[in-house]
Every structure is written in C-alpha cells, then in structure tokens.
C-alpha cells in the first residue's frame, strides 16, 4: 500500500532545506558585514593615529626634517583615504545583495555548491567556518566567480585545469 503522504514529505524537506540555506546566507552576510566593519574600525583608528602624528609634527621644528615627516604623514592619510573609499564601495556591493530573492542562475548574493568547494558571491571576506565544513566569501570579480555567474545547476567549468561541476544553487 503506498502513503499518500509523500508529497507533503518531500514538500517539508524541501521547506526545511530552503529554511536551512536561508539560514546559511543571512550567517554568511552578516560575517561579510563584519569584516567590513572591522576593517573600517581599524583604517579609521589607523588615521586617528596619524592625525595625532600630524600634530606632533607640527610641533616639531626641525626644518627639511619636519617637512618630510608632515609629507610622509601626509601621503599615509592618502593612502587611507583611498582604502576607506574603498570600504564604502565594499559597502554598496553588500547593499545589494537580496540573499531572499530565489534564482535557478548564479549570481551576486547566491551560496553555490561545487564538486570541490562552496562559495558564497558577494565580497572577498575570506573563509567562513561551520559546522558543515567551509564556505569561501569571495567578489563577484574574483576570477572563479567570473566563471561562475551566470550558470545553472548541472553544468560544468574548468578552473585551475581542474573540471568541476555546480552541484545546487541556493
């Protein structure tokens, strides 16, 4: 006698898989949001701290000495200026992302599963650790996002010489 409720059970771990994938990316984007936070922290106390140098400089008297150091301060607070821009287009990137939006095709925002690795397409965060194994934070300009976006579950690609295939799409 067959049950008739298989159905509902495939709907339920259907819903309970979705739910936990649902999970799995709001985890993801809040550890790329930390990373950005945390950055910016320390490129903004980074510039506190030059800022203050500027000011020791400025105090200093010391001739060709002072002036080059005022310089060297100067170009550092630059260079910091640039990676806070940076940050902010980082910022927008994560703005972005609608980690609800369902999608058959890879793109910003989806957790991907391949036969050698899992990627999470959004911004160069590193590697995020769980409890399933590790899922690698990387931008939609890294070069194997590159090769990845746009492409169904199913299909095959080379990366590295390797061949790989995208086993699910969330």
């Known amino acids: 006698m067959a049950y008739k409720c298989v159905p509902f059970l495939k709907q339920k771990l259907f819903s309970d898989l979705h739910l936990r994938?649902?999970?799995?990316?709001?985890?993801?984007?809040?550890?790329?949001?930390?990373?950005?936070?945390?950055?910016?922290?320390?490129?903004?106390?980074?510039?506190?701290?030059?800022?203050?140098?500027?000011?020791?400089?400025?105090?200093?008297?010391?001739?060709?000495?002072?002036?080059?150091?005022?310089?060297m301060v100067q170009l550092e607070q630059e260079k910091l200026g640039q990676q806070l821009q940076e940050l902010e287009a980082t910022r927008s990137i994560l703005k972005k992302i609608n980690i609800e939006k369902p999608s058959d095709k890879i793109r910003l925002g989806s957790l991907v599963k391949t036969s050698m690795a899992d990627y999470f397409i959004a911004i160069s965060a590193g590697a995020f650790n769980h409890d399933q194994g590790i899922v690698y934070c990387i931008s939609a300009n890294a070069p194997i996002a590159k090769l990845l976006i746009g492409k169904e579950k199913g299909e095959n690609f080379v990366f590295n010489g390797k061949g790989q295939s995208i086993l699910g799409i969330f």
């Open 21 to 71: 994938n649902q999970i799995m990316k709001k985890a993801l984007l809040e550890f790329c949001w930390k990373h950005v936070n945390e950055r910016t922290d320390r490129l903004k106390k980074q510039s506190d701290e030059l800022q203050e140098s500027l000011g020791s400089e400025t105090k200093s008297s010391a001739g060709d000495k002072h002036e080059t150091g005022r310089a």
